[in-house]
């Protein structure tokens, strides 16, 4: 509900317009204003809302929710209106019309504020009512650049509190609605729309963070079926070396072009069949089969890193969920959905493999699998930069971005000590010990597997996972 020419009248009587100089204009949003004005009794702030069910102005006293970069009218008030002094605020006619008049040297500047839902603008004018410009350009209304701007105004039948006259009812009466008399009118009706935008926007994190974590499990779940059903193939690795070895044993039977190899099964008597390749002889059919043994073999180990990191994912998302049902801090569900990462100027968004998290001002990074420990070690890291993993288990790399000039705090330790944990093979015993070091002390490992480094100069850290701190970093969390 938007106010009523009585209300818009009530808040004009309360707020000292009248010798308020224009420090700075601002615009929190696409639909709303802010000056920010002093006088002698102390700096104060207009805020001033077009949107179609909650037009308004009213002082500000508590930062507004969202904050975007300069428009093109703010800047074209910086350059007319700041630094100017008020003369008054007016609502002439009672129409929901406020009139503001300033001066700024030797020039006399009107700024109109029209308080009519959907129909509502902000236009700056000179004495004579020639449209500078417009918070909102509609040529069909002539409210643009060059035109004149007359609003009709009603005939005034009554005076009023803060204007000179206000106007006629229409057949309708309208009344101030009831607020505690403790209090203002213009800090009620703040706080009146401040519950309810904060509401409205709650409920669109909570409905955008929904979606997200649908589609972010539905993704995990079909990837971790995948993997699952991979892994009981991969399960079963030591058949594929029994076939090589039956194959080798039977090989002064076998002749290049066999389909297959038949033969009794020495332990069990029955009959077993194994498939040959036609085009290759008896020996490469035996390396064949050796080869899918040992790819079994290593990709098990892999598979498992990968299910458990996967397994890790959806825990955190039904985290996530745990907390959307109970948080009531709007900068903690915003913190929870993952943004997408702004894109450089002419060229694609910068992305940083694995996990991202914030520890009193320090980013620390976290690899879940192989590929990402090798790919933030070798691109996203440097020198001076905190590096630690588990002991004794296999797990996450886990960095500590440095700082220049300041320390790593010990809480930010425990903090990467505790992901280190949670994303390593130790997570269900819940404690372990690491090593940890900087970045320009590793030395990859010829000839190892992927991402697998060699430490010097490292220092102990025994580590016991502590479920508070884990659900704080989740707040921070980003896959970025």
Known sequence: MSLNWKEIDLILWELPFSGSRIQEIRQPDFKSLVLELYQPKGPWKLYVNLSATACRLHRLTQKPLSSIKPQRFMELLRSRIRG???LEATQPGGNRIVRIEVLRGEERLILWIRLWGPASNILLTDEKGTILDAFYRRPKQKEVSGEIYAPVLYP???EGLGSKSLSHTLGKVYEVRPYPKEQSFSDYIEQYYRIREEEEQRKKLIADLEKQLNTQETKLHSRLSILIKKKEE?????????????????????????????????????????????????????????????????????????????????KQLEMKRALLRTE????????????????????LPETTPGLSFTSQDFTILV???????????????????????????????????????????????????????????ARESGHADLYYTQVKYLRRAKGAKLGTVLPTQEKNLSVKLEEHRLQRLLYTESET
Request: hydrophobic fraction near 35%.
């Open 234 to 314: 991969y399960s079963n690795f030591e058949q594929w070396k029994t076939q090589g070895d039956l194959i080798l044993s039977h090989i002064t039977e076998l002749r290049k072009g066999d389909p297959i190899l038949s033969i009794s099964d020495p332990h069990t008597g029955k009959s077993r069949v194994i498939p040959l390749s036609p085009t290759l002889s008896p020996a490469e059919n035996a390396e064949t089969y050796y080869r899918k043994y040992k790819k079994a073999k290593a990709g098990l180990q892999i598979l498992e890193d990968e299910i458990r990191s996967m397994e890790g994912q959806l």
């Open 367 to 425: 690899g879940r699998t192989a590929q990402e420990n090798d790919e933030l070690l070798r691109h996203h890291v440097k020198g001076n930069d905190l590096w630690l993993h588990t002991r004794d288990y296999p797990g996450a790399y886990v960095f500590i971005r440095a700082k220049p000039g300041k320390s790593v705090p010990l809480e930010t330790l425990l903090d990467a000590g505790n992901l280190a944990v949670f994303y390593s093979k």
């Open 84 to 86: 100017g002094r008020i």
């Open 156 to 158: 005034a039948i009554q």
């Open 328 to 347: 009531k801090d709007l900068k903690v569900i915003a913190s929870l959905l993952n943004r997408p990462t702004p894109k450089k100027k002419g060229g």
